[in-house]
């Protein structure tokens, strides 16, 4: 009779809901478990497959950086480099009331923004929640609802308090809007493709800026959008706002973005528009989709290419579906059924459950890697409940180190994306900030860590120079600060045609 397996605790879902995990099974010997020399035969299989050496990560860095500088010179490359209007840094003397509608993934979000000079600012905000048919429907009536809810923000903040709106106040809107689109002046953007899990047709191709303002029209509001911005320009300008030493922000949550500010005279594209060439202007870059449709350069596994081709846009996004939060939990999901399909894994349980595309959340991952506990609870208690497999300390301490080699490598290679930034404009003597943000760098243990010694392997010690920070509030602060500029450069006659 083997010792009886017992654990007890509780595991806090990602909804917030609390569950009591009691284990007590006495009778192993009915069900064929892997041992635990099966399970590190295997671990040893996929670390070759998920471990980037250093000479590998600066070939990519490598290739990275001439895919930016191919964006920048032609327009319509795989990475766009899109550039976005916002010219220069924020002087952080900035003032007055804003308003900022934000698309996301899974919120819409209104802001009213007070900002008070000095990096200060006050926010009161609202989320509302985006079902997934919406994100389906059409394009116009999507752009209704938020129209709807921006209507239902300002009724409910207009009034004498402090914070408050005045009745009749014509308030300037930024509008982050973060899908890749095509810009050709600030308040103007084609959508050039849904990401995200979007696919509201009658959309791409047509300049979604133009769309929302027949939806604030329709509803009678006292805004006027000034700015179609994407959040991580948004980041990018509110870090530098509140911490002036930021020079790069990065997004790494459910997408995976970046953006920083280059010389006018280095974007060949847009010469043809007449502003000066010793002018700043940010570039939201549009990274998730370097290596796209080539898949050159990128260490991809097999398990990478089934993710993409049963994605619902095979070939696009290559770098972010190795890193972004959307997809780490299939990944592992893809090799745990493999192995079941090997007869390595829950012979003789009913894996049913497991085999549903997209059901285990990256959120798992995350809590496998924080186990605390010997027995990793967290770790039974993922399973049982969610997937009712019993599972071996053996094969539940292979589950925790896959985890963290599918972790490591997607923080990784975010840190080639930031290197190939920094070795593009020279940042690395004097070192730089870079304002990150995004679900994966906020609440994966040790993402950040990760993305610091991946900097350290592919710069050696110089890499210590370049430290990430948690940014600000890009969609909603950040599209604000950029309505105040558009409107302080407008108001000075500066560039008006953009």
């Known amino acids: 009779m083997p010792a009886s397996r017992r654990g007890s605790g509780s595991l806090v879902l990602p909804s917030g809901q609390t569950i009591a995990i009691h284990t007590r099974t006495q009778d192993e010997e009915d069900l064929p478990h892997a041992t635990k020399k099966t399970m590190a035969d295997h671990l040893r299989k996929y670390e070759t497959l998920f471990t980037l050496t250093p000479q590998r990560m600066r070939m990519i860095v490598e290739a990275f950086a001439e895919s930016l500088e191919l964006g920048l010179a032609k327009p319509n490359q795989i990475v766009p480099m899109i550039p976005t209007f916002v010219f ?3 002087s952080g003397q900035e003032t007055g009331d804003y308003l900022a509608v934000d698309l996301g993934g899974t919120n819409l979000r209104v802001c009213l923004v007070t900002l008070q000079g000095d990096g200060k600012f006050e926010l009161t905000q609202t989320k509302y929640r985006l079902a997934e048919e919406q994100k389906q429907d059409d394009g116009q009536k999507l752009f209704d609802f938020c129209a709807e809810c921006l209507k239902t923000f300002v009724e409910s903040n207009t009034g004498n308090g402090p914070g408050m709106l005045k009745e009749g106040q014509v308030l300037p809107l930024g509008f982050t809007f973060s899908y890749p689109c095509y810009q050709e002046r600030i308040d103007h953007g084609e959508l050039i493709r849904w990401t995200k899990g979007f696919g509201a047709p009658n959309t791409e191709g047509r300049d979604v800026a133009e769309m929302f303002k027949q939806s604030l029209a329709k509803h009678n509001l006292p805004v006027h959008l000034t700015a179609l911005i994407n959040d991580t320009t948004g980041t990018l300008i509110a870090s530098h706002y509140v911490n002036p030493r930021t020079k790069i922000a990065v997004i790494f949550g459910t997408g995976c973005n970046a ?13 043809n528009l007449g502003i000066p060439p010793d002018v700043d202007m940010a570039i939201n870059c549009e990274w998730g989709a370097f290596d796209s449709f080539e898949h050159e350069h990128l260490p991809r596994t097999k398990y990478d290419t089934i993710v993409d081709e049963t994605s619902n846009k095979p070939g696009e996004q290559a770098f972010e579906k190795l890193i972004s939060g959307r997809y780490l939990g299939e990944i592992l999901r893809l090799v745990v059924c493999e192995l079941i399909d090997e007869g390595v894994l829950f012979l003789g349980q009913n894996t049913y459950k497991l085999e549903k ?6 959120a798992f991952l995350s809590l496998m890697e924080s186990d605390p506990t010997d027995e990793l609870l967290m770790i039974i208690g993922i399973f049982t409940h969610f997937f009712a497999l019993e599972t071996t300390l053996a094969e539940r301490q292979f589950f925790r180190a896959l985890a963290k080699l599918i972790g490591r490598r997607a923080a990784r290679l975010s840190s080639c994306g930031i290197a190939a930034i920094v070795k593009k404009m020279g ?3 004097e070192g730089c900030s870079v304002g990150a943000d995004g679900s994966l760098y906020n609440k994966y243990p040790g993402f950040a860590d990760r993305v610091h010694e991946g900097l350290q392997d592919i710069f050696g010690e110089k890499g210590r120079n370049i430290v ?8 909603g602060v950040g599209s604000a600060i950029i309505a105040a500029m558009t409107k302080i450069r407008k108001d000075a006659d500066l560039y008006v045609h953009v």
């Open 259 to 271: 953006a920083y500010m280059e010389h006018v005279k280095n974007i060949p594209k847009i010469a």
């Open 468 to 475: 990430t920070h948690h940014a600000e509030d890009g969609s």
């Open 427 to 429: 940042y690395l003597e």
């Open 88 to 90: 220069g840094w924020p």
């Open 357 to 362: 595309p997209y059901c285990f959340d990256t």
